[in-house]
């Protein structure tokens, strides 16, 4: 390796570590440099070989204050990878299909084998069915068995079949909070015993949450992790850093929910799009690791590649209280430090040379909350209930709805349960305290508890109507509410624990009442859910419900109780009590109540009893038998795990590159289409393409399942790709998962679409506008557009994660310029579209794409770097990764 010579040996408790000393490359902008570069900088040197890794990558790293400014690219090897299993299926059935390739190619199927460490944990499965009773968490983890029998069995037989892959069994929590509290290492040592930063990237884009701890982590496509399992260094522009100063304290009445709501609309504003932010100043200091993980994790809803809290002695705090043992407390504590990335936020001379810089005082934050179709729309607390009315009568927008004002006030008597209620715009019929965002922090929890013991003693209930669900990270949150007493008083307003996994925030919110659907459906009724969630997308949470707030765990009791947004919360009653009217304020913990529980009943033991028999699983675990074989026996009848056709047919040579003539569009979109409209998780509607096909398989209605636990199967997955019902395509009469066959010029699905093109011989592209793929991480959002023969986007902007995405499955992305878009160029998505893309095609060229009747406009060619061009000519990443593991 090119810097052995930086390798000292540093000793722990009389063990002697070795450590690449960064400061004995004697170079004075080695201090200037921000601490996530540091990272970076700290992997290139430990890989730099002169072949994957260069010395003058090194030096463009050392060089950032300059080198950030001219979209240079660097390699960065991540020390480990983490998945989920609506993200970690697909991958594991990926791998399966490499093997099976590379030994089709005459070489060994072991060459396809993990060679860093990667977890994955299964949280995406568990759905609220049963809720509101005792009975429902056991009764939900049964039916996620029945259900994903098949799913399970084939992961626990990737976590034999390959090196380096740990499962954490399903009922174990949330996958960002398993990784906060027990995967993540934040200095890791090898097997030679050489200390470097704990750094990983993960199929989920909420991976960001590690950054709260001090590891370095962001979201990735699965297709570009899958290359990091592989052993391929991920290829990136060097990031600019903005620099957020944070000073003094959260007032009484804000939570760290507000917080983030607060900073992701500033950076939004801001523009952060493939930039670090680095969080520094006095206030840092102020915020518990739990908080700082808050703010970290919502950074894909502000738009960064990370935000990152470097390490300090609050963070030594909290790995203790976690149950990390004092050794490998004090071997991250002695490596950081020789290395300068240990920080004292108090200490005013850290300030390293952030590209810009934010400030942001902690004590003018205020209750909020977000919505009702984007996380980024922050509203006050105070505001809602006019902001809801108004966007109610408004024109449709990310704030309207286009209701008729002789409408808007409009009652409908229902009964529940034998309980007569009344449903209105804006009342809240899902009430969940769910997503990793939140359950991975005690104050706002043991916060949602005391609201419910208030709201209790005064006498108030939920409505019938609400669906309410409590959906912890991790058991640490039951031990920790069972032991202060909250968690019976949150069961008896309804809030019983509902599973351990992703539940409402990733849209497995479970059915409503028969009679709140059929009021909603029958009176085109707009009503809420709120949620302690990082997403709200429409479609996502349930298909029923249109407006979908995100707010502190402790807002969510508040607006179950009230049953309704559309409340004056500072002079309007929450309900009546036992004695009369009881209001916001009455209910309403205070910090010192909050902090007098956290202090109390937040205890390392808690961590340790959880984490310890964490690999065990349940019995039904334990019992699943699978083959202990190298090669998957593919079964050609299941509709959960199919052998994927990326590799069929191919050979040990690439492809190349060809121009794309006259292809027909396949959707014209407008802004802000989510990977939530392209490749959904939730409920198969029975109407849909992927319905028709597991009837065709005598599969019955109730056992459809989601589309996020059938993403092992591309048959369905290709069906379901833009089969979201808010889809809103210029090419079709009205929202939803159709489009106009230009030929012929009938509407029909989709998918439908898709395959007559392909039947006639005809490439397909898409028209989109800005932020195109924002959202969720999923790889299947690249994926099911291949499938359905998707060659290009020609988009306005694209979110970071999905591009790459596009790139791994060989479809090429196209950005519109000069601010021009598909109206502008007078573009109905009718005409027929042809690209040349020239051999000798370089990163971030302008493009001609002709079109039919004569126009012609220009486009930019959105591969970024050199190495994105070399898998677009293998025809995608993984097909690249074969040939060259195969070649070595």
């Not at 069994?169 to 934040?186: D, F």
């Not at 050794?327 to 810009?356: C, G, Q, R, W």
């Not at 108004?390 to 309207?400: D, N, V, Y």
Request: glycine letters at 10%.
């Amino acid at each position: 390796m090119a810097f052995n010579s930086l390798l000292k040996e540093i000793e722990v408790d009389g063990k002697n570590y070795k450590y690449f000393d960064l400061t004995e490359l004697n170079d004075a902008r080695y201090d200037d440099l921000p601490i996530s570069i540091k990272y970076l900088l700290e992997s290139a040197v430990r890989y730099c070989d002169d072949f994957h890794v260069l010395k003058s990558d090194v030096e463009t790293i050392l060089d950032w204050e300059s080198s950030q400014h001219n979209q240079q690219e660097i390699p960065f090897k991540p020390a480990r990878v983490i998945l989920q299993d609506f993200t970690g299926v697909p991958a594991v059935v990926d791998l399966a299909a490499m093997r099976d390739a590379v030994k089709t190619l005459g070489a060994d199927p072991a060459k396809i084998n993990p060679c860093c460490p990667v977890d994955l944990v299964i949280d995406h499965s568990v759905q609220v069915d049963h809720f509101g009773n005792l009975e429902a968490l056991a009764k939900n983890q049964a039916i996620e068995f029945e259900r994903n029998k098949e799913r399970f069995n084939f992961l626990k037989w990737g976590a034999k079949a390959f090196r380096n892959l740990f499962i954490v069994p399903p009922g174990s929590g949330i996958v960002h909070q398993v990784n906060l509290e027990y995967l993540a290492r934040i200095v890791f040592s090898d097997e030679n015993g050489v200390l470097y930063p704990d750094s990983v990237v993960g199929t989920d884009s909420h991976t960001t949450m590690i950054d709260g701890s001090g590891a370095l982590g962001w979201g990735v496509g699965g297709i570009e992790a899958e290359a990091v399992m592989l052993g391929q260094p991920i290829s990136m522009v060097i990031p600019e850093v903005i620099g957020y100063r944070l000073t003094g304290k959260l007032p009484s009445l804000a939570t760290s929910t507000d917080l983030v709501l607060t900073i992701t609309k500033n950076l939004r504003e801001l523009g952060v799009v493939g930039k670090f932010v680095e969080f520094f100043g006095p206030g840092v200091a102020n915020l518990s690791i739990a908080d700082r993980a808050t703010v970290a994790n919502m950074c894909p809803e502000y738009g960064a590649t990370v935000g990152f809290f470097p390490v300090d002695a609050r963070t030594l705090s909290y790995l203790a209280q976690t149950g990390r043992d004092s050794h490998t407390l004090k071997k991250i504590e002695s490596y950081l430090k020789a290395n300068k990335m240990f920080v004292d936020y108090s200490d005013e001379s850290f300030a390293p040379k952030y590209t810009k810089v934010l400030e942001l005082d902690l004590g003018t934050i205020e209750p909020c909350v977000s919505g009702p179709k984007r996380p980024h729309d922050r509203v006050d607390l105070k505001s809602l209930y006019t902001d809801f009315k108004s966007g109610l009568t408004a024109g449709i927008s990310f704030k309207g709805y286009g209701i008729k004002e002789q409408s808007a006030n409009k009652a409908i008597d229902i009964t529940i349960g034998g309980k007569p209620c009344t449903l209105k715009h804006g009342s809240v019929v899902i009430s969940a305290i769910t997503s990793c965002t939140n359950t991975s922090n005690p104050s706002v929890m043991l916060g949602a508890g005391l609201v419910a013991r208030k709201a209790l003693a005064l006498g108030l209930t939920v409505p019938p109507y609400v669906k309410t669900s409590l959906s912890p990270g991790s058991g640490v949150v039951t031990k920790y509410l069972e032991q202060s007493g909250l968690l019976s008083d949150l069961e008896t307003l309804g809030y019983y624990i509902a599973g351990y996994g992703c539940m409402t925030c990733i849209g497995n919110s479970g059915p409503l009442d028969e009679e709140v659907v059929k009021a909603i459906e029958a009176n085109d009724l707009v009503v809420a859910g709120v949620l302690s969630g990082n997403r709200n997308f429409e479609g996502r949470v349930h298909a029923n419900v249109r407006a979908n707030y995100l707010a502190s765990p402790m807002l969510v009791v508040v607006y179950g109780l009230a049953g309704r947004v559309d409340i004056d919360l500072e002079n309007e009653p929450i309900g009546q009590g036992t004695n009369g009217p009881v209001y916001f304020r009455d209910i309403w913990p205070t910090q010192e109540e909050i902090s007098h529980f956290e202090e109390s009943f937040v205890l390392p033991q808690f961590f340790r009893e959880v984490y310890a028999n964490i690999e065990k699983g349940s019995d039904e675990w334990q019992q699943l038998e699978c083959p202990d074989v190298d090669l998957y026996p593919w079964d050609v009848s299941s509709t959960y795990i199919k052998k994927v056709p990326f590799f069929d047919g191919m050979g040990m040579e690439a492809p190349g590159q060809s121009s794309i003539k006259d292809a027909y569009a396949l959707l014209n979109l407008g802004d802000s289409v989510t990977t939530d409209h392209i490749s959904p998780a939730g409920s198969i509607s029975r109407l849909s393409p992927a319905a028709r096909f597991l009837t065709s398989k005598s599969i019955p209605t109730k056992d459809f399942n989601t589309y996020g636990s059938r993403r092992g199967n591309d048959e369905i997955m290709a069906r379901g790709t833009f089969a979201n019902i808010r889809l809103v395509n210029k090419l079709a009469s009205k929202a939803g998962p159709k489009t106009t066959h230009v030929p012929s010029g009938e509407e029909v699905d989709v998918y439908d679409a898709a395959d007559r093109y392909r039947a006639e011989g005809h490439s397909v592209i898409i028209l989109a506008g800005k932020e195109y793929g924002c959202g969720s991480s999923r790889d299947w959002a690249a994926k099911g557009p291949f499938l359905q023969g998707v060659k290009a986007v020609i988009a306005e902007s694209f979110e970071r994660i999905h591009r790459s995405n596009l790139i791994g499955m060989g479809i090429v992305p196209l950005q519109f310029v000069n601010g021009q878009n598909a109206d502008s160029l007078g573009l109905t998505g009718k005409e027929q579209f042809t690209i040349e893309i020239p051999e000798d095609v370089k990163p971030g060229a302008t493009l001609t794409v002709n079109v039919s009747g004569g126009k012609e406009f220009k486009a930019l060619c959105r591969f970024d770097t050199e190495v994105e061009l070399t898998y677009y000519r293998h025809g995608g990443i993984l097909q690249y990764m074969i040939r060259k593991l195969i070649a070595n």
